[in-house]
Structure formats: C-alpha cells, structure tokens
C-alpha cells in the first residue's frame, strides 16, 4: 500500500475545484493525458473519466471511476489501466490552517498490478504520488487563488 501527503497552500474547496474537474486529470494524474468526460456527472459516484495512459512509448486506454464521494472530506477512484489492471486510490483532503492536507492512498485491485503487488511497487508508486501530489498543488495554487472569505475564486486559466 503506497501511501503520501502533501500540503497545499489553499484550501480544500480549491482543491475540489481542481478534483471535480475532469479535464484537469491529464494535467496532474502523472502518466495520463487527454482526460475527458466518459460516464454521468465527474465526480458523482458512478460516474467516470477517459483518458491515455503513457508507459514508455506504449499509449493505453485508460478509465477512472468514482466509488465513493463524501465532500469535503473523500474521493474514491478505481483506476482502469488496460493491461496492468485496476487500482483503488483513495484521497482524503483535511483543512489544515489555511492550507489543505491531502493525503493519497492507492494499491492495485486486480489484474498484473495486483498479480505483482510487491513492496518494489510500493515504492514506485510513492515516487509516482510525489510527482503526482507536486503537480496537483501547482495547478490548484495556478488555478485558483485565496478569497478573504476563505473560498476560492478562479485566477489564470489552466493550461
């Protein structure tokens, strides 16, 4: 199980800003691009996302689906990578002062990755969520900017 935080200078609704916009997933979500919407309203649960995941020159079509969602506190997905199967990665997004704590949890389900699960991929796979959650904050802090009231308002486009 590979789990990592990482402490994003805004707060939680600005992350959920960035989280419950589907096309934003290619941006952040290392490894994947051309993110768009698949299935219902992102991020209801049941509802999914499209996109390709690269690994090395090979592209795949990938999907996520939400399993749980329980604002402001839970997202739940379960990640579609073609061959190497599916994976659980769980977010749990804490206030924390005026910053925001996230904290990704992920282990493959089935497939070659859940075949394979071995402390090894553990580690590559919180090499992966450090770059991942990096990229995350970057677009949230790009994207949005700190109200005085505590919410959030949209700065620069994301691009």
Do not use: C
Not at 51 to 56: A, D, F, I, P, T
């Amino acid at each position: 199980m590979a789990v990592r935080h990482h402490l994003i200078d805004r707060s939680p609704a600005a992350v959920w800003s960035v989280l419950e916009d589907g096309t934003l997933y290619g941006k952040w979500v290392v490894g994947t691009s051309d993110s768009h919407p698949e299935r219902g309203d992102w991020p209801e649960t049941g509802s999914s996302i499209a996109y390709h995941v690269h690994v090395g020159p090979k592209r795949f079509a990938g999907r996520t689906v939400v399993r749980h969602i329980d604002r402001p506190g839970t997202l739940e997905l379960e990640a579609e990578g073609g061959p190497w199967g599916t994976a659980r990665i769980a977010f749990d997004i804490r206030p924390w002062g005026e910053r925001t704590l996230v904290i990704v949890d992920e282990h493959p389900l089935r497939g070659l990755g859940g075949t394979l699960h071995n402390p090894l991929l553990d580690t590559l796979l919180q090499l992966r969520h450090r770059t991942m959650l990096a990229r995350l904050a970057r677009l949230v802090e790009r994207v949005t900017a700190p109200a005085a009231d505590g919410g959030t308002r949209t700065g620069s486009q994301a691009g």
